[in-house]
């Protein structure tokens, strides 16, 4: 089943002589639960690809499918929502509420749809997380791996047709990069969650299903190395 389809995507900024494209006409397909990794220099397109993927920017041609969902069709406000009910964001730097404990942070896109929490999803959530006794913890008192924890939590408690984590690891050492791994890993196969990651480490993207590298805004490498 295909989760994700993008077709001619393309992304200008500037005008003109100026004109610059971060992405230029790129298609591909994302099956229900591939793991997929996104990788290129910087500057090469794929945070563009990213945050396009995400809905959090307006491309300036092109289409993006999730679910059979055209989502810039969608306006501001319905793509706000379909954003937070379908897509779930994982990004290098965490993005935690710091006024919000650890249970607070990961209900938090729940209690915006003015969803109840599905306790028993949530328990299994806390606890293949290792957070259990970090419940009532501010992300302050949290490591960094923990905190990275509690935001992998806030992008799967809804339930989304995608999660797209943004150099997942970036900002952690070899330890905590290993176990942040091994958990986006265990989601991916046994919640048969479709993960999409940006990351520039090659170790990393070769625990991936499959490798898209992009250059110049352009797929230059789309291989599958595991099926």
Do not use: C
């Not at 710091?98 to 109840?116: A, C, R, T």
């Amino acid at each position: 089943m295909k989760i994700v389809k993008v077709e001619h995507l393309s992304k200008e900024y500037g005008s003109r002589e100026t004109i610059v494209k971060a992405l230029d006409d790129v298609s591909f397909t994302i099956d229900k639960g591939e793991f997929v990794a996104i990788v290129g220099a910087s500057g090469s397109g794929k945070s563009t690809l990213m945050h396009l993927l995400g809905g959090v920017d307006q491309p300036t041609s092109g289409k993006v499918w999730v679910e059979d969902t055209d989502m810039y069709t969608l306006d501001e406000t319905q793509l706000a929502i379909f954003r937070r009910r379908q897509i779930g964001l994982i990004y290098q730097f965490y993005n935690l509420i710091p006024v919000l404990n650890v249970e607070e942070n990961i209900s938090l896109p729940l209690l915006l749809d003015g969803h109840q929490i599905d306790q028993e999803q949530f328990e299994r959530i806390i606890k293949s997380l290792k957070l259990e006794q970090r419940r009532t913890h501010l992300p302050n008192q949290l490591s960094g791996g923990q905190q990275q924890r509690v935001s992998i939590g806030r992008a799967l408690v809804s339930n989304p047709a995608i999660m797209l984590a943004d150099e997942p690891t970036g900002n952690l050492d070899s330890k905590n990069s290993e176990e942040i791994m091994s958990l986006l890993k265990h989601f991916n196969k046994t919640f048969n969650q479709t993960l999409v990651m940006i990351t520039h480490d090659e170790d990393i993207a070769l625990m991936a299903d499959r490798i898209i590298a992009i250059e110049d805004g352009r797929i230059i490498r789309d291989e599958r190395i595991r099926s």
